[in-house]
Nanobody, 126 residues
Framework: QVQLVESGGGLVQPGGSLKLSCAAS????????IGWFRQAPGKEREGVSC????????SYEDSVKGRFTISRDNAKNTVYLQMNSLRPEDMGVYYC???????????????????RGQGTKVTVSS
């Protein structure tokens, strides 16, 4: 059974850092595109970052470039999102999603990624 479990959210001051984890089970994360989404209150879910299966090609949404880093630990079957220099506009519930096609990449954007977890909440406030 394909599952994704997000963790690592919390309360942080502006300028602070958090590292989110997306633990995958039921499939090999290295073989699939996995991405991070976020949803702020009253707003639609948006893609934040994606890492392709195989070659690990990475993409970021413009507002997080230079501040967020996505990575994958194949031994732990887990994808991470290191978030630095957090801003109030980064607040929201963060989810991870997977493209279940083997060898999938992020070139097609976030539409092919299925969110499977409950999300983890990030609050940025002083």
């Amino acid at each position: 059974q394909v599952q994704l479990v997000e963790s690592g959210g919390g309360l942080v001051q502006p300028g602070g850092s958090l590292k989110l984890s997306c633990a995958a089970s039921g499939f090999i994360a290295d073989h699939h595109a996995i991405g991070w989404f976020r949803q702020a209150p009253g707003k639609e879910r948006e893609g934040v970052s994606c890492i392709s299966g195989g070659d690990g090609t990475i993409s970021y949404e413009d507002s997080v470039k230079g501040r967020f880093t996505i990575s994958r630990d194949n031994a732990k079957n887990t994808v991470y999102l290191q978030m630095n220099s957090l801003r109030p506009e980064d607040m929201g519930v963060y989810y991870c999603g997977v493209d279940l096609i083997i060898g999938s990449s992020c070139l097609g954007g976030y539409r092919s990624l299925e969110v499977r977890g409950q999300g983890t909440k990030v609050t940025v406030s002083s």
